[in-house]
């Protein structure tokens, strides 16, 4: 069976190159009826985040990618949290150091210090230490570490998108396995706890490309089994440098923040770096699982476009089910629209094919509670054939017309402009492009004449009628 994991280090909000490699997982999971394991990679206790782990959780729930084994809902091959199995580690290591492959170094900071200084990689100055010497220290309790003993020759391995790769092993340093506090480095723990978990496919980002022969030559070193490479290709921003915390990336939370629908974001994510074998460029997660395929994953660097981002969000937007688009935009109504006999979900209606963000649907809506101050320049449309001087006559017919409603419902209203049109040989045109640059100030409006008048009602309806017959007449 098809084992993968996602190992995040809970350091923080869960930027999108880490999203990505969980969605990924899951999908080579998901799609060959396999496993998805949360492990969390808490090692370096310097780094840790407060609230990081919930973080994690969070994201994984809101992303929609649910793990069949993790720390809050246990498994088979637990614990799934790495400081909480560090006595396993330190097992390991030593079984390292029985059969040669692996050494105790005692040397300190100092000495290291010089080393790199001098630009020296590790000289292997404890390497042949004697028992005697080594059973000193350790009765001395000396602070050490624990090294791995990178043999001469070269490492060849296989990269399900890079292809076979051969690394000098001169290039690799004796890397430290167990660290002076006890717990395990990174890449000892994840080595042992991917063997230990039965993960068979190990997907990360194409700059751990370069540490991958020191994996593979402590799965040599303890006979286990090597795991599939996924390396997958870098995330740049619209400028082409990598995309990163350090230069300001945004987070899964960051984007969500700034008004994308989950949704959006894994659909976009799972298109960076993977191509579907079709044109199709929207797909739910289901559909997602059915489709991926490794073969498909691409070498070539992806770009983070936050405008495609945002047409794709835009879209899902107008895709939404009526009520579930309502139920998600009328807070946002109640609390930027003071006007309050309005009717939101006819708002709703105007707006769901309008907008990028949910967030932005009352702004289109922002004339209602007051009027913007408007230059009388929106009056004149040549396509129209308005000008400021027939404006002005029209918007008094108008007046008049409206004035004398007693009822006001759009039918009532739509009918009186319409008159205004047929008994004076106008054109529609000329008659509802002045009355809604009247009503709304504006020159784009989600809705027409009719509507806003019958929203604003008649008493604000005929004041802002009167308001830019004023502004007309002052010209």
């Known amino acids: 069976m098809i084992r993968t994991r996602f190992a995040p280090s809970p350091t923080g909000f869960m930027h999108i190159g880490n999203l990505r490699t969980a969605l990924y997982e899951y999908l080579i999971a998901k799609s060959n009826s396999g496993k998805f394991i949360l492990r969390i990679e808490d090692t370096d206790q310097n780094r840790l985040v407060a609230d990081a782990e919930k973080i994690i959780f969070d994201t994984l729930e809101i992303a929609g990618l649910?793990?069949?084994?993790?720390?809050?809902?246990?498994?088979?091959?637990g614990p799934y949290i790495q400081s909480q199995r560090k006595d396993i580690y330190m097992k390991y290591a030593l079984q390292l150091i029985e059969s040669g492959k692996a050494y105790y170094c005692f040397c300190d900071k100092e000495r290291l210090d010089s080393l790199h200084k001098k630009n020296l990689s590790y000289d292997r100055h404890c390497k042949n230490l004697s028992t005697e010497e080594i059973q000193k220290n350790l009765a001395a309790k000396i602070p050490f570490v624990i090294?791995?003993?990178?043999?001469?020759?070269?490492?060849?391995?296989?990269?399900?998108?890079?292809?076979?790769?051969?690394?000098?092993?001169?290039?690799?340093?004796?890397?430290?396995?167990?660290?002076s506090d006890g717990l395990p480095t990174y890449n000892f723990a994840n080595v042992v706890d991917d063997h230990l978990m039965q993960i068979t496919h190990v997907v990360r980002g194409c700059e751990y490309l370069s540490s991958t022969p020191k994996y593979n030559l402590l799965?040599?070193?303890?006979?286990?089994?090597?795991?599939?490479?996924?390396?997958?290709?870098?995330?740049?921003?619209e400028n082409g440098e990598k995309l990163s915390k350090r230069r300001g990336a945004a987070s899964f939370q960051d984007l969500l923040q700034l008004g994308y629908l989950p949704q959006a974001i894994i659909n976009y994510i799972a298109l960076l770096g993977w191509s579907p074998e079709s044109n199709q460029e929207f797909f739910t997660l289901p559909e997602l699982e059915k489709e991926f395929k490794i073969s498909s994953l691409?070498?070539?660097?992806?770009?983070?476009d936050l405008n495609k981002l945002r047409w794709m969000n835009s879209e899902y937007i107008k895709k939404m089910p009526f009520d579930e688009f309502y139920a998600a935009v009328l807070p946002y109504f109640k609390n930027s629209i003071k006007k309050s006999d309005l009717d939101y979900k006819q708002l709703a209606?105007?707006?769901?094919?309008?907008?990028n963000f949910?967030?932005?649907?009352?702004?289109?809506?922002?004339?209602?509670?007051?009027?913007?101050?408007y230059d009388v320049n929106l009056f004149v449309h040549k396509k129209m054939k308005t000008t400021l001087e027939n404006s002005l006559d029209i918007l008094k017919i108008i007046i008049d017309k409206l004035g004398n409603l007693s009822s006001w419902t759009q039918d009532d209203i739509k009918k009186s402009l319409t008159d205004v049109v047929n008994e004076n040989g106008?054109?529609?045109?000329?008659?509802f492009w002045p009355a809604r640059i009247a009503l709304s100030g504006k020159d784009a409006t989600p809705c027409g004449a009719v509507e806003i008048a019958q929203m604003l009602g008649k008493s604000e309806s005929i004041n802002r009628l009167k308001f830019a017959l004023t502004k007309l007449e002052g010209n």
Do not use: C
């Open 66 to 77: 649910k793990y069949d084994e993790g720390p809050d809902i246990g498994g088979d091959f």
């Open 147 to 179: 090294r791995q003993f990178i043999p001469d020759g070269q490492t060849t391995f296989k990269d399900e998108v890079y292809g076979e790769i051969t690394v000098d092993n001169s290039q690799l340093d004796d890397q430290i396995l167990i660290k």
């Open 219 to 237: 799965y040599d070193a303890f006979g286990w089994q090597i795991p599939t490479y996924i390396h997958l290709p870098l995330i740049l921003d």
């Open 298 to 304: 691409s070498k070539s660097p992806a770009i983070f």
């Open 349 to 355: 209606e105007m707006s769901q094919t309008r907008i």
């Open 358 to 373: 949910i967030y932005e649907a009352p702004s289109l809506f922002d004339f209602i509670d007051k009027l913007p101050d």
């Open 426 to 431: 106008l054109k529609n045109g000329q008659v």
